[in-house]
């Protein structure tokens, strides 16, 4: 038996040429197989979500078109421990 789920894989920051700051999050689908009582699980494709403002495109490792306001973010890279 074939099952399928979503699965929120990373969150992370990105901001606009203006310097807002927007929450991105990865989904990756997953389809599992079902056998003797255990699941399987194989990711498929990703897809981005901009947290309360629609989706966006991947155009790079660090770059994102958010497709409802047509900007360009950039992701922002974690900080090294002070």
Known sequence: MRVK???ETDRFEARND???IYTII???QQT???SKGMTEWEDGDKSYRVL???YANRLSETMFHNSRTSETLT????????
């Open 5 to 7: 789920r979503t699965l």
């Open 18 to 20: 203006l310097g807002k």
């Open 26 to 28: 990865e989904e990756t």
């Open 32 to 34: 599992g197989r079902i």
């Open 52 to 54: 309360d403002n629609g």
């Open 75 to 82: 992701r922002l890279l974690p900080q090294p421990p002070k």
